[in-house]
């Protein structure tokens, strides 16, 4: 037997990456509004803030949320134990490195950091290769793709080209945004279907399988046209075919019927914020009438900020034993994270000034501490007895 922590991924994982999001908030405000410094040798504010936003918290989240998912839907061996800790302790080394990057050789951060995504893929590679649905196979590559965004993001910083380091980044936007509507586009319309049907509200909309592989197929065009830098007009129309889409898919799952049921309905906004993220990224192409680094905050803090904080909620009450009902405060935390994806944005269309941005920030992180409040003590103990359910405050 494993000790609690160490018996699923989700728990180490979310309990670390909860821990870390209102740290990492609160030292790249402080340095974002001149108190103090980060220790990035040089590194631009942005691309430090960005990578720990993507490769430290979002690594940590993501991992957490996919190794669970796969024993329930993919009928894989848990990742637990031993390998669990080699995955902690890899995620752990790479925020030691890169927080200590001024005190280490200049290759170190990079050698370290990189290692966690190809551990995670040489662990479920065989395992998914054994799998009988072969879908489940498409996650290898998002792997291996980010995992050559960091390379990419270390290798434009130490060559001093932080043009290519932010690529890396925009490349490590576009590997999540693929796995987003791979897996989001799998879970949400069937929980969307389970709780229609159980408020007699109606059936899951019918999977189409052509509209899921042009939903992720002209996601990667986009990705090509942006990452080549092709002209602004091709990026554009590509960018507006993803809204279109993507519009189109999410308005199929009805949930606007599910008002009521916050673990389905924070998904489908999370949804709509993609929605908006990607019509954002076509008006600043096409128009320039916003300006183009809108449409990262409305898919980082917006889409990606809600579908974690949903995700991260039904795993932690179902898998500790616990009864599907969202306590008070995590509703709380998801209009919380509404409102600081509103509020980034406007700081970034309108222009209001640091204040903003600041607010934006203090809520985004105090959202993850309202989940580490109520669910780190629980993803310590062992699982409660089904039937047996502990109250969350």
Not at 31 to 38: K, R, S, T, Y
Not at 302 to 307: D, E, H, N, Q, V
Request: overall charge positive.
């Amino acid at each position: 037997m494993f000790p609690p922590l160490l018996s699923s991924a989700f728990r180490p994982f979310y309990f670390l990456g909860t821990l870390y999001a209102p740290l990492l908030a609160a030292v790249w405000l402080g340095a974002f509004l001149g108190v103090w410094e980060v220790p990035s040798v040089g590194t631009p504010l942005r691309l430090w803030h960005g990578h720990e936003m993507l490769f430290g918290f979002a690594a940590a989240i993501i991992v957490g949320i996919v190794l669970t998912a796969l024993p329930s839907w993919a009928g894989t061996e848990e990742i637990q134990g031993g390998r669990l800790t080699l995955l902690v302790v890899l995620w752990l080394a790479g925020r030691v490195a890169f927080w200590a990057a001024p005190w280490l050789p200049a290759m170190a951060p990079a050698l370290v950091d990189v290692l966690l995504f190809p551990a995670v893929f040489l662990m479920v590679a065989p395992q998914l290769a054994r799998a009988s649905n072969r879908l489940y196979l498409l996650l290898l590559p998002i792997l291996l793709a980010l995992t050559a965004a960091n390379l990419a993001y270390h290798y434009g910083i130490l060559a001093a080209n932080t043009a290519f380091a932010g690529q890396g980044l925009r490349g490590a936007i576009y590997a999540i945004i693929v796995l987003y509507v791979l897996k989001g586009g799998v879970l949400t319309p069937i929980f969307t279907g389970n709780a229609l049907r159980e408020k007699g509200r109606g059936e899951q909309a019918p999977f189409n399988v052509e509209l899921e592989m042009l939903a992720v197929g002209i996601v990667l065009l986009l990705a090509a046209l942006d990452l080549a830098a092709a002209p602004s007009p091709w990026i554009g129309l590509a960018a507006l075919a993803c809204a279109v889409v993507h519009g189109a898919r999410t308005a199929r799952w009805k949930g606007w019927r599910l008002h009521d049921v916050p673990l389905v309905f924070v998904m489908h906004l999370g949804f709509a914020w993609l929605v908006f993220a990607f019509a954002l990224k076509a008006a600043a192409e096409l128009t320039g009438i916003v300006p183009e680094a809108a449409w990262v905050h409305a898919f980082t803090v917006g889409s990606l900020g809600l579908m974690m904080l949903g995700l991260m909620t039904r795993v932690s009450l179902r898998h500790t034993g616990r009864p599907l009902v969202v306590p008070g405060a995590m509703r709380f935390a998801y209009w919380m994270m509404f409102a600081a994806a509103l509020l980034r944005l406007a700081a970034t269309v309108h222009g209001l000034g640091n204040w903003a941005v600041a607010l934006a920030t203090v809520l985004w992180g105090l959202t993850f501490l309202i989940y580490f409040i109520l669910f780190g003590a629980a993803l310590l103990r062992p699982s409660l007895p089904r039937g047996a359910p502990e109250r969350l405050v």
